[in-house]
């Protein structure tokens, strides 16, 4: 291997040689075949995806006067002319590039727009190439403005921008905008093992896979990574190395880990998460392979397996493990994943530990078509109901348990928070009619009126505020007429037939924590709905 940096060395010089971003490459190539090219571009897009390097090879075929151009042939068989082969040494005088990130101040620009006026030395165009152009400051934006609505013959401004959007419009307004994209696993893979090959590298195929998903699209990352793992060891990379050098697990490990989650063997996944961390994996980066995995399954069971960024064998496996559970229970996974914080070298690590043993609890609710998967089920109240049955009491811990809500947009958020309004708006009607009816107890509609009721289907889940209230209420529902007339104010102000469901836990959230609040009597007087206003010691 040379000591040349290898993302310098095999950075792209004709049009054909730039990876993945085909779209962009068509459209230039055209431009300068049909003389048509504009007199300001800009390029956009993440870091490391081939902006500037397409810059400069745009600035050669501006000023290469061979027919054809230099720019236009193929990698195999690549000859330069002078003004070329100066662009690609770097010491063609009409190419000026300037890092905006530190060259941004007004007089700066200034400068540039004094030069520009001049007639290029050499080449047939001035090209400037301003990267990072979003580093700009406010009055040299303006005064580049001036340069583009007005702009010397002979001149052409490349703007490179990982942030379009911090660009003023009239700028993005004067350019051509081309947008660059992340680079794509199999592209990255392929050239990794293009480049290790004339290297001498060798490079397991794992590996291979490893260095394309762990470089976000961006090829110099990948090609940086490639020269690290290769320095350290000594040019022979195995899958293994550059696991334990990412702190990774392998793909199988983690799917393996998922599909444990899956299969509800809490034992069996905190195993093979033990293994992993003893074999020096990171926490927080298996927390995000099970998330990849598990988004893996989900895109496979809709049938958007091409849209992944994985390679062949993975996807075959992600599917293989997909057709056996549903897409609730893998949502559910996913989303107590994805709520749960994992510090990177957490060690023991106990997050990951719990979110898996939570994981493993997540349950497929029936009749349920809003993909929400529970963690648990609650015991339900029918109008036949000879006993009113309740589940085996629980400890606190288990009854915390959160519901996972799948991600939803926030135009549906704003429904729900309408939804929830209304539904309070109802729950309301409900305690205040049951305050008139006649046969059930005054205070009854009090003691519901400080439950949280929440409508899910067909049902209306009820928290009560602490295990004497809800005591209360069952005691009182377990008269099936007292149970009937709820029932029915309940159906008559929703307007539908929802099953009252008594949750098994209680919402302990209490603003005020006096000891008041225990005595017997302000403990019975809030039991029968009454609510404190004030407390005096
Ligand atoms: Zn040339």
Request: hydrophobic share 35%.
């Amino acid at each position: 291997m040379s000591d040349k940096v290898l993302y310098q060395k095999w950075r792209p010089s004709v049009f054909s040689e730039i990876i993945g971003q085909n779209h962009v490459v068509v459209t230039l190539k055209n431009a300068v075949e049909l003389s048509k090219t504009s007199h300001a571009y800009l390029f956009c897009g993440p870091r490391g995806v081939g902006k500037t390097t397409t810059a400069r090879v745009m600035a050669k075929a501006l000023n290469c006067p061979s027919s054809p151009n230099c720019c236009m042939q193929e990698p195999s068989k690549k000859t330069f002319c002078e003004t070329c082969e100066s662009i690609n040494q770097g010491t063609m005088i009409d190419l000026i590039e300037i890092d905006a990130a530190s060259n941004r101040s007004i007089d700066d620009i200034r400068d540039i727009k004094e030069k520009a006026l001049y007639a290029p030395n050499m080449g047939k165009v001035k090209v400037y190439i301003i990267d990072e152009a979003h580093g700009l400051t406010g009055p040299a934006q303006q005064a580049f403005l001036k340069l583009l609505e007005e702009p010397p013959p002979n001149v052409v401004i490349i703007l490179a921008t990982t942030a379009a959007d911090s660009l003023p419009l009239t700028i993005i307004s004067r350019c051509q905008r081309f947008d660059f994209k992340r680079i794509n696993v199999k592209e990255i893979s392929t050239h990794i093992k293009f480049i290790a090959k004339s290297e001498e590298i060798s490079i397991e195929k794992e590996a291979l896979d490893l260095i394309a998903q762990n470089c976000s699209g961006s090829l110099r990352d990948a090609e940086n990574l490639l020269q690290q793992i290769a320095t350290m060891n000594k040019n022979k990379i195995t899958g293994h190395s550059l696991v334990k050098f990412l702190g990774l697990t392998t793909f199988a490990a983690s799917i393996e880990i998922l599909a444990k989650i899956l299969e509800k063997d809490s034992t069996k996944a905190l195993i093979l998460l033990n293994e992993q961390i003893v074999n020096g994996a990171d926490p927080s980066m298996i927390k995000n392979q099970l998330l990849t995995n598990a988004r893996g399954l989900i895109f496979s069971k809709n049938g958007l397996s091409s849209l992944l960024q994985e390679t062949e064998h993975a996807i075959k496996k992600l599917e293989e493990i997909g057709s056996n559970y549903d897409l609730k229970t893998i949502n559910g996974v996913a989303s107590i994943l994805l709520k749960t914080k994992v510090t990177s070298n957490e060690y023991p690590p106990i997050g990951l530990e719990l979110a898996i043993v939570e994981a493993c609890s997540v349950e497929e609710k029936s009749n349920d078509d809003d993909g929400v998967a529970v963690t648990k089920s609650y015991p339900t109240l029918q109008k036949n109901d000879k006993e009113i049955s309740t589940s085996t009491p629980r400890n606190a811990i288990q009854d915390a348990k959160v519901i996972p809500e799948p991600k939803k947009s926030s135009a549906t958020s704003i429904t729900n928070v309408n939804r929830q309004d209304e539904g309070a708006d109802l729950w309301k009607q409900v305690c205040s009619e049951l305050r008139r009816k006649k046969g059930v107890k005054y205070w009854l509609g009090g003691l519901l009126s400080s439950a949280s009721p929440q409508v899910k289907e067909q049902q209306v889940i009820l928290t009560f505020k602490s295990n004497t209230m809800r005591q209360n209420f069952l005691d009182e529902i377990s008269n099936g007429k007292i149970r009937e007339v709820v029932q029915s104010a309940v159906s008559d102000k929703y307007n539908k037939d929802l099953k009252i469901i008594v949750a098994d836990s209680v919402n302990t959230e209490q603003k005020d924590s006096s000891p008041l609040y225990k005595t017997p009597i302000v403990q019975h007087a809030i039991s029968m709905g009454a609510k404190v206003k004030e407390t005096k010691e």
